[in-house]
């Protein structure tokens, strides 16, 4: 996985894309150019869209395979069980969108309106959009060069009616490339809450999570804190816990104390989230809506 580099001038400075920690780096030819997203018109329009959203959070993660998506689906549905809350859920994972099946919205589709695409709704309350509401089949492949990602992301910010939104949620794909660099250059001027990390308690997936706390601290990006996931299992039948992936190393909470840095909770492993939506979800189900995964 490509990342930013470690000594990344940034994309307002002078040598951006041309000191010699840029080489290599997915964005070099842009930042060189002058024609970075800080000189994207967009940006102002962005601004002016994000104005009736509250919250912008975004979830991170090191490491593919490590829950971000399902902790953002279960974080959209926390926030929206409160009937007076708006909530939006947006899937920036252009390569491997997963948010509609983990919400059980599969098939459904993108209308567009005058005011722009609708997002598509789980409940009256909380809105949903992902690239995989575009695809003619859940298995098609995108096969897409950065500019082209970045283009959707901002598709996505811009063109989309979120409408008055309390909380918007995004889940991001697993490093530290080209969707991540483009959802905070669009977001800067709108103002982000900060980002959720998610990682599971070996020492593999940690390491990844410090690479992306260096990311959010090199990008200015606010972090709310860190999420253990998968941290341990108990049996449903002898109520023995069990460390499937052993903390080797202290695991979040020792990392996190390290780099001071919240740890906001630690997540068993649960085979209830991997089964039918109505045994981890709320049973508010907007009419229509599948009600398995």
């Known amino acids: 996985m490509e990342e930013v580099p470690h000594d990344c001038p940034g994309a307002d400075s002078a040598q951006a894309g041309r000191g010699a920690s840029c080489q290599g780096c997915p964005n070099q030819r842009l930042c060189a150019s002058g024609a970075g997203a800080a000189a994207d018109p967009a940006i102002e329009e962005i601004k002016e869209k994000m104005k009736t959203v509250k919250h912008k959070i975004l979830v991170l993660s090191g490491k593919g395979g490590v829950g971000k998506s399902t902790f953002s689906a279960h974080l959209a549905h926390g926030l929206a069980e409160d009937e007076n809350t708006q909530v939006a859920l947006l899937d920036i994972d252009i390569c491997g969108p997963s948010i509609p099946k983990i919400m059980g919205l599969e098939g459904e589709q993108v209308h567009q309106s005058g005011s722009g695409w609708s997002p598509v709704f789980l409940e009256d309350n909380l809105g949903v959009m992902s690239v995989g509401f575009l695809l003619s089949s859940p298995d098609d492949a995108v096969i897409w060069r950065g500019p082209k990602k970045n283009g959707m992301i901002k598709q996505f910010l811009r063109d989309v009616d979120w409408g008055e939104v309390d909380y918007l949620i995004v889940d991001t794909p697993p490093g530290t490339s080209d969707e991540h660099l483009s959802v905070v250059q669009y977001l800067a001027a709108a103002h982000i809450d900060g980002a959720v990390i998610i990682t599971t308690p070996q020492e593999v997936s940690l390491q990844d999570v410090r690479k ?56 068993p492993l649960d085979p209830r989230i991997g089964g039918p939506r109505s045994a981890w979800a709320p049973s508010r189900v907007a009419p229509g809506a599948p009600s398995t995964v």
């Open 212 to 267: 992306e706390i260096s990311f959010c601290h090199k990008v200015k990006l606010p972090i709310i804190g860190v999420v253990e996931n998968m941290s341990g299992f108990i049996c449903p039948k002898c109520q023995k816990e069990s460390q499937i992936f052993p903390p080797t190393t202290g695991g979040a909470e020792a990392m996190c104390q390290d780099l001071k840095i919240p740890l906001l909770g630690k997540v």
